[in-house]
């Protein structure tokens, strides 16, 4: 294990929710030490070690993730201090429109949704385009424990631990040509098993889409998450494949992708779209440009209650600045936000 100095984005003790014991139903076998490639990860602590949850839903994966949950690099990357959000927590308060503008909709309605097959188009401006099934996007790929925080736009934020793959490895895999500046992704649209997106309520013009530039898409923090907690990703949380950014507004880290599109021009992404004076391409976490209705000096970390809120403060990039501060040099992240 790595032993570094105190920076900026670690909490001090008096800050972390008090943690319990995780205890997991099955044993995973414990990771060996990280390869030279992990090595080169942003050093938020990086060890290897087993992975352990309590409560966690015990389910049937597909063979492919449980052929890879033997070789898994756990806490590849972790947040030192912190206490990763109960899994019931991060299961059962999701945003997932495509479900229901409710918190609770997605884990009401999304274990209808259908994961087997799953395919992936990958097109524009890339040398192996093609539709992809998951066992040909995922079989050179060695699954990481990535602890990350999630900071969501409307000022909540939970600690999660993903199970993925790094999204630069996948696109060394696919090649995209020297006029790929973008990345687009593009979730499910399925309305017969998505009843948020039959409902009249609903603005949003589907499908979902979500964008990043390219060397954003190519950072180390960057992944393709296909689980959590040491277990295949629950539908609600974006089963089976979902982007992770986490200096990024949760919203960025679009959910449930059947589409990657290489492109020389910034998508127009679905949030950015319907209001962009609210939300901006580039949803980088930052606690001094407020969003129109509310602040986000500040946020509340799951679990809580009325009498025990768990508020914080929220941190420039949330916490990963030294990471991607170099991504937005000469910007002015007041206007491109």
Not at 114 to 133: C, F
Not at 225 to 242: C, D, H, I
Request: a neutral charge; charged letters at 25%; hydrophobic letters at 40%.
């Amino acid at each position: 294990m790595l032993i570094r100095n105190r920076r900026r984005s670690d909490c001090h003790e008096s800050e972390v929710t008090p943690e319990a014991l995780y205890l997991s139903r099955r044993r995973f076998v414990h990771g060996s030490l990280l390869a030279a490639g992990a090595a080169a990860l942003p050093s938020h602590t990086l060890a290897a070690s087993g992975s352990q949850y309590a409560d966690v839903d015990s389910v049937d994966a597909p063979e492919w993730f449980n052929a890879k949950l033997t070789d898994v690099r756990w806490q590849a990357v972790t947040v030192k201090g912190e206490a990763v959000t109960p899994y019931k927590d991060a299961t059962s308060y999701n945003n997932f429109y495509e479900f229901g503008p409710n918190k609770g909709d997605p884990a009401r309605y999304a274990p209808k949704m259908s994961t087997e097959p799953w395919a992936v188009v990958v097109d524009g401006e890339v040398s192996k385009p093609g539709r992809y099934v998951l066992d040909d996007l995922f079989s050179l790929a060695r699954l990481e424990e990535r602890i990350y925080r999630l900071r969501c736009v409307e000022a909540w934020s939970m600690v999660i631990p993903w199970l993925g793959f790094p999204l630069a490895d996948l696109i060394k895999r696919l090649d995209p040509t020297s006029h790929a500046k973008y990345i687009s992704f593009e979730t499910l649209s399925r309305p017969e098993e998505m009843p948020g997106m039959r409902a009249g309520f609903s603005l949003i013009d589907w499908p979902y889409v979500e964008g990043l530039r390219m060397d954003e898409a190519m950072h180390p923090l960057t992944v393709m998450a296909v689980g959590m907690y040491g277990r295949v990703l629950p539908n609600q949380n974006g089963a089976p494949l979902r982007l992770v950014v986490p200096w990024k507004y949760g919203f960025k880290s679009i959910k449930s992708i059947v589409r990657i599109s290489f492109l020389r021009s910034q998508p127009a992404t679905t949030w950015q779209t319907m209001a962009p004076q609210e939300y901006g391409f580039y949803a980088n976490v930052n606690p001094q440009v407020s969003h129109p209705r509310w602040s986000q000096a500040r946020e509340r970390r799951l679990p809580g209650s009325l009498f025990s809120p768990n508020v914080r403060d929220t941190l420039l990039f949330n916490g990963y600045a030294d990471d991607v501060a170099s991504l937005y040099a000469g910007m002015d992240l007041s206007k491109e936000y």
